[in-house]
């Protein structure tokens, strides 16, 4: 059988900057490609750049440098290619799996084992149609199985904000938990998000992006 490939646009040691394991060390895998194309993309590179090849166990063995380290499978949008399943069912042997994915491409063959962290796209995206019809009701089954998983909304500026709110609140998804409100600070300063966040009482954790407060001037993975 031949051994399963991956295009990837980039194999970085870093610090998690995002969701509620930012501040750990992480490896991440940044796979090349994308069906969206969000107006604030801070990872435009992943889509003009071509990649590299690597095979699952080129990817495994590079992360098995970094022992018992979490690893992060990015993009781009990771479910574009079917060597993903194959390449977390290997790095779930020995490590904590985290997954982020554009919310556009169905979480129903991702192991329960992952922490899948879903984009819920906003309007100031220009994506805010494209989330998966299936994904709400895949994210409640897999909490009922006992998955850790996490919902992202990127809040460009004030409608951003009620829409994620609204949406929230159409969808019962504050009883999904691990909810995260993350601000585009060139456009929506957080001490207004967060103001927001205490004003309307929403049990959402605020995000900042710890990479880009570390690293101001970096350009992509560091």
Not at 174 to 183: A, E, R
Request: charged fraction near 25%; hydrophobic fraction near 40%.
């Amino acid at each position: 059988m031949n051994e399963q490939t991956l295009i990837v646009n980039e194999l970085f040691y870093s610090i998690q900057g995002e969701s509620s394991y930012a501040g750990f060390p992480c490896f991440f895998i940044r796979l090349s490609g994308c069906n969206l194309r969000c107006g604030y993309c801070d990872s435009q590179y992943s889509l003009e750049e071509p990649g590299e090849i690597f095979s699952v166990r080129e990817i495994v063995d590079r992360a098995a440098t970094y022992p018992g380290v979490i690893t992060e499978i990015t993009g781009g949008e990771p479910l574009l290619q079917n060597g993903v399943y194959e390449l977390i069912t290997q790095l779930e042997k020995n490590h904590l799996v985290l997954l982020e994915t554009n919310g556009a491409c169905s979480i129903k063959d991702v192991s329960l084992r992952t922490v899948v962290i879903i984009d819920v796209k906003c309007p100031s995206s220009g994506m805010s149609g494209h989330f998966h019809p299936d994904n709400l009701n895949l994210l409640r089954r897999r909490k009922e199985s006992g998955a850790k998983d996490e919902i992202k909304f990127v809040i460009g500026d004030e409608d951003d904000f009620f829409w994620a709110k609204n949406f929230i609140h159409d969808n019962k998804m504050d009883q999904l938990g691990g909810i995260l409100f993350s601000p585009i600070r060139d456009t929506f300063a957080p001490e207004r998000l967060a103001r927001l966040i205490l004003d309307h009482g929403l049990a959402v954790r605020l995000q900042l992006q710890l990479h880009t407060i570390i690293w101001p001037h970096a350009q992509r993975g560091v």
